[in-house]
Antibody
Framework: EVQLVESGGGLVQPGGSLRLSCAASGFTFSSYWMSWVRQAPGKGLEWVAN????????YYVDSVKGRFTISRDNAKNSLYLQMNSLRAEDTAVYYC???????????????WGQGTLVTVSS | QSALTQPASVSGSPGQSITISCTGT?????????VSWYQQHPGKAPKLMIY???NRPSGVSNRFSGSKSGNTASLTISGLQAEDEADYYC???????????FGGGTKLTVL
């Protein structure tokens, strides 16, 4: 059974940093594009970043470029999101997701974690 | 990058069919057959319902179907059931160097 478990969320002050982790199991992690998607309270989904199987390609939404870094450790079946210079508007539930099919080029997100809440407030 | 455009809400009675539209541009929806649809119940993670415009993942009911014409993709749900009441989001691959884009979401109410 595919499982994605996020951790690392919490309350942080504006300008602060946080590192999210996503532990994957039940599938060959190294064969899947991985993504971070966030959802602000009462709002819609926003695709934050994604990373290719070997980490050679990474894409970010404009609003986080230069502040967030996505990475992965295939040996540890783990995905990460380093978030720096956090702002109030980064407050959201952050989901980790994998594509539905291995080596998929269409980036459909077939498996999702339960999400971890990040709150940026003083 | 701009979000894809979806109606804020749609409604239908049990047994009826509804269609949710998702309008983008030639740089996303119109340029690629990489449109996906997600269902999200309150407090839950999204669930993939359709990928690559019209493909259903294993386990998804065949009451859900997808299509595309030009820059607009559509999700049709036939034989509406109470459990279909949820928020629905479309997403698409995009030619810009970004991870992809979502629609603003559509709240489906089953009357």
């Amino acid at each position: 059974e595919v499982q994605l478990v996020e951790s690392g969320g919490g309350l942080v002050q504006p300008g602060g940093s946080l590192r999210l982790s996503c532990a994957a199991s039940g599938f060959t992690f190294s064969s899947y594009w991985m993504s971070w998607v966030r959802q602000a309270p009462g709002k819609g989904l926003e695709w934050v970043a994604n990373i290719k199987q070997d980490g050679s390609e990474k894409y970010y939404v404009d609003s986080v470029k230069g502040r967030f870094t996505i990475s992965r450790d295939n040996a540890k079946n783990s995905l990460y999101l380093q978030m720096n210079s956090l702002r109030a508007e980064d407050t959201a539930v952050y989901y980790c997701a994998s594509t539905y099919r291995s080596y998929s080029s269409s980036w459909e997100m077939g498996y999702w974690g339960q999400g971890t809440l990040v709150t940026v407030s003083s | 990058q701009s979000a894809l455009t979806q109606p804020a809400s749609v409604s239908g009675s049990p047994g009826q069919s509804i269609t949710i539209s998702c309008t983008g541009t030639s740089s996303d929806v119109g340029g690629y057959n990489y449109v996906s649809w997600y269902q999200q119940h309150p407090g839950k993670a999204p669930k993939l319902m359709i990928y690559e415009v019209s493909n259903r993942p294993s386990g998804v009911s065949n009451r859900f179907s997808g299509s595309k014409s030009g820059n607009t993709a559509s999700l049709t749900i036939s034989g509406l059931q109470a459990e279909d009441e949820a928020d629905y989001y479309c997403s698409s691959y995009t030619s810009s160097s970004t991870p992809g884009v979502f629609g603003g979401g559509t709240k489906l109410t089953v009357l």
